[in-house]
């Protein structure tokens, strides 16, 4: 069965510096979700899109902007980046806002910011 | 504030022994309820959630959980725990009605000794 993509799997980079995660959901799911996870925490809530609409915000940096393309995939823009930054990010897919339907994460992105 | 706990930061449990992994929230209404796997460096896995009905509900890998409303709680349990069990588990919650966005717990670390 598919799977929800990310690229890339890992990503280095230098403070001040820009950078763009990518996911594509699972076919015919049209609700992405994006997470954080920090060294030894749990999954933070970034932001989420529906039908290419921004659907929810949480605690998502100015610094970072995210979008939902025509063929459903999303980017996640990070810039000037800060060592703090550097974590697991994660993408989820499900089909439509039902809470019922559980969410499929993809394996993540590992940003390291030195 | 809206929250979820996973009081047991590890769990260890000899091979072919019953686990439970507990988890309690703090969320409003009637949430829909969650379990996740993480094994390392790879994304999160579905195990099992509860929606609505039987207390008690079964999950993938022979793993269920049970469901307390009065104790608003969601704990995973398994009879009989394998060492391939080991890995990190993250109970998540969602409000209904909103836009369905995990709350995770902060994970319990289950080890499974042969």
């Known amino acids: 069965a598919a799977g929800v993509i990310q690229s890339p799997r890992h990503l280095i980079k230098e403070k001040r510096e820009t950078a763009t995660l990518k996911c594509y959901p699972i076919?015919?799911?049209?609700?992405v979700y994006w997470y954080q996870q920090g060294p030894g925490q749990d999954p933070q809530f970034l932001i989420s899109?529906?039908?290419?609409?921004?659907?929810d915000k949480g605690s998502i940096p100015d610094r970072f902007s995210a979008q939902q393309f025509s063929d459903y995939h999303s980017e996640l823009n990070m810039s000037s980046l800060e060592l703090g930054d550097s974590a697991l990010y994660f993408c989820?897919?499900?089909?439509?806002?039902?809470?019922?339907?559980?969410?499929?994460f993809g394996p993540g992105t590992r940003l390291t910011v030195l | 504030a809206q929250s979820v706990a996973q009081p047991e930061d590890q769990v260890n449990v000899a091979e072919g022994n019953p686990l439970t992994v507990k988890c309690t929230y703090s969320v409003s209404g009637n949430p829909y309820l969650f379990w996740y796997v993480q094994y390392p460096n790879r994304g999160l896995q579905f195990l099992l959630k509860?929606?609505?009905?039987?207390?008690l509900v079964k999950g993938s890998y022979g793993f269920e959980a049970e469901f307390n409303k009065s104790q608003t709680s969601f704990h995973l349990k398994k009879p009989s725990a394998l060492v391939s069990d080991s890995a990190l588990y993250f109970c998540a919650v969602t409000p209904r009605g909103g836009t369905y966005k995990y709350i995770f717990g902060t994970g319990t670390r289950l080890k499974v000794l042969a």
């Open positions: 989820a897919s499900s089909p439509g806002t039902s809470g019922y339907n559980e969410q499929f």
């Open positions: 076919p015919r799911h049209d609700t």
């Open positions: 899109f529906y039908e290419k609409m921004q659907s």
């Open positions: 509860y929606i609505t009905g039987d207390n």
